[in-house]
């Protein structure tokens, strides 16, 4: 997922924001790596958030005038490998939740930039936890909270590795017309009306 990033201009996306699963550590040491060879060498901690589905902020240490940074988030796993379906529903609801909580709270380092909370696009890829991270942003648009309009638009990008098929969250957004965008990376899939063909983008 992160090389879909690789060419993101930091000044226009001044703060970024990755959702993790619970206890997914390698996917966030990922990130961090990600965010100093984005930004700095060394970026340095501005913020930590106390409750709630925050658990750190970081910032790049006299980058530029606009001091982009980068948080971690992490959420409750929809559903854990080889979990009971009696069960899902309930863990589901926890992640919905904690997404709700995530989007409607301030994620920028200080409050005096809440009306800039919402995110102006959420890119999302593969598991489940994705499906949630969309419901709860369409959740929110759909009771047009204050300053949620033109916000958290949405660009979903199937996995490689589904070549005749999509996966059972892609099959999930395409059936409820949810994501703004729906990419596919093999031309086949396109053809089968399932989302814009663009190449090879994610692995």
Partial sequence: MLSLLADLDPSSYTHRTYVISSGDDFSASKAV?????????????????????????????????????????????????????????????????????????PSLPTSSMRAHSYPDLILLNGPSNSVLVLLAALFLRFFALSGTSGKMRSIYVESWARVNGLSLSGK??????????????WERLAEKGNGEYRGCLVR
Avoid: M
Wanted: proline content about 8%.
């Fill in 172 to 185: 999930i957004l395409v059936t409820l017309g949810a994501v703004d965008r729906f990419l596919v990376q």
């Fill in 33 to 105: 790596d990600f965010e100093h060879h984005l930004t700095s060498p060394s970026p340095s901690p501005v913020n930590a958030f106390s409750g709630g589905p925050c658990e750190t902020s970081h910032g790049p240490s006299d980058v530029d005038a606009k001091s982009t940074s980068y948080s971690l988030h992490f959420v409750p796993r929809a559903r854990k490998i080889h979990q009971s379906l009696l069960t899902a529903p309930i863990s589901c609801l926890q992640c919905f939740f904690a997404c709700i909580r995530l989007l409607y709270s």
